[in-house]
């Protein structure tokens, strides 16, 4: 891991902003590494969106959080060298599970999986072969409230910072996405806005789609419709069935959506209201 702080910052554009962080930085002997920057170009106003990764030192990062605080300038300072403690929530299909842990377990990103919780027993094994905590919490209509507050307990207990998931198959209550804001990503299996919904693949094959996708986005109130991180198509033909179509999908859902989760913890991306920009 780099001992390197990362800003991501955002605010209306205005001529110096990037000039200035990057002079504070240079003023106290900070080397910066990468700098990328994008301005959203508008008919009223210009949106500046920014990400730095530059040496660690104490001095910069209490710099920097005084003066952009008083321009009133968004944003956020990681140490890169800290893993985002993360929980994975699934419930019967293992395949985004499996490449999430796996990547992890490689260290292809800066990740802790500090738990796997499931409305099922099914993927228990699996998960403590490979040495992480497994929770089982069941969720039936009478119970949802309980159980969330129960996922979400356990999720304060390992001190996570991000919930993924990986085909976690039921629908969140608005007051838990409110408890977790933008800090739980889903994998849809469909190239959202299309085929929302239950059933997508069985929808793309009653339409004779040609194209079939996955979408990685983060979690709202609003379903299926939170600001989108990562997406991805295959293509299909007549002789897919529907079945055919869901197999085939589910490779493209385990890309996306480790995608998603990856530059998250990399701190690539910057939501504003309901649209991201990821610096890849």
């Given amino acids: 891991m780099s001992k390197h702080y990362i800003l991501l910052a955002d605010c209306k554009d205005e001529i110096g902003i990037t000039s200035l962080i990057s002079t504070i930085i240079k003023e106290t002997n900070s080397n910066i590494f990468h700098l990328d920057h994008y301005t959203d170009v508008q008919e009223n106003e210009n949106h500046l969106y920014l990400r730095i990764e530059f040496d660690k ?20 300072i990681f140490d890169a060298e800290e893993k985002v403690k993360t929980a994975v929530l699934v419930s019967k299909e293992d395949h985004a599970l499996s490449e ?12 802790e999986i500090s738990c796997v919780i499931s409305n099922h027993e099914n993927n228990r094994k ?3 072969d490979m040495g992480i905590p497994f929770h089982h919490v069941k969720v039936t209509k009478e119970t949802k409230r309980e159980s969330e507050d129960e996922i979400s307990r356990i999720s304060d207990s390992y ?6 998931l990986a085909k976690y198959m039921q629908i969140l209550s608005e007051v838990f996405v409110e408890r977790h804001h933008l800090k739980i990503i889903n994998i849809h299996h469909s190239f959202l806005p299309s085929f929302i919904g239950a059933n997508p693949y069985k929808q793309a094959y009653t339409r004779g789609v040609k194209l079939i996708g996955a979408t990685s986005h983060y979690v709202t109130e609003d379903l299926d419709a939170g600001p989108i991180i990562e997406q991805d ?6 002789r897919y069935s529907a079945q055919d179509m869901k197999n085939t999908g589910r490779h493209v859902e385990s890309q996306v959506l480790a995608r998603a989760v990856q530059w998250h913890c990399e701190h690539k991306v910057i939501v504003n209201g309901n649209k991201t920009v990821v610096f890849t």
Avoid: C, M, W
């Fill in 233 to 238: 198509v295959v293509r299909v033909n007549h």
């Fill in 126 to 128: 699996f998960v403590e």
């Fill in 57 to 76: 030192n104490d001095e910069v990062k209490s710099i920097l959080e005084k003066e952009l605080t008083t321009r009133n300038i968004n944003f956020q």
């Fill in 100 to 111: 999430i842990i796996l990547r992890a377990n490689r260290q292809e990103f800066p990740i």
């Fill in 159 to 164: 001190g996570v910072d991000l919930l993924v």
